[in-house]
């Protein structure tokens, strides 16, 4: 296959969307490496599996040399590993902040700093996953740590991409509405479709075409994607 020499990174990889986005790039033909907090080892050879704490500044570098040891190279990686506590500003808790931070920005950083490490001299593309939430907020999901931390990753794809334009290495986001995940129960799927002048929820395949569409697009760098249902052009 013609992408049979590249290897994509997949953070949050074990359920949902990082599942999906992992699948979807091993059926390209791609080597994948794909990590979560409790992530199962396959019986294919091509799709690694690295358990770890994406929050943990050791893991994202950890991640990276597992792909360079058993592959040789990292082309791609999907920032998708993150969390999402709602809650009302003034409730939330210390513990919770910090959470958000380890989750949605360390681990961000310290992978992508790793993999544009990896990536230099022959150029890649990272992908991140956010959240139109953080751009559009609504009052019915008070929810200021998802647009202090997604509208973070937003923010910095801007600006890695107009870094590194020069060197080969493309930077773009995802930005979903309310996906169909085990993160959301089915019995509350009908009101959160709601929010989205679609007025349904989104489903895993739809943002995994939306990160596939990015990998493709050479000329697409510095992008948020709005995979949303509208979302982003209002209510």
Known sequence: MADSSKVAVVTGASQGLGAGIARAFRERGYRVVATSRSIEQTDDPDLVAVAGDIGDPATGPRVVEEALARFGRVD????????????????YTEAQYRTKMATNLDGFFFTTQSAIRAMEGRGGHIVQITATLAEHPIAQIPSVLASLTKGGLNAATRSLAIEFAGRG????????GVIATPMHAGENHAALGALHPLN???DIADVVRGVLYLEDSGFVTGEILHVDGGWIAGH
């Open 76 to 91: 791609t990686l999907v920032n998708n590993a993150g969390v999402f506590i709602g809650a009302a500003f003034a409730d």
């Open 169 to 176: 290495i493309r930077v773009n986001a995802v930005s979903p």
């Open 200 to 202: 349904r929820v989104g």
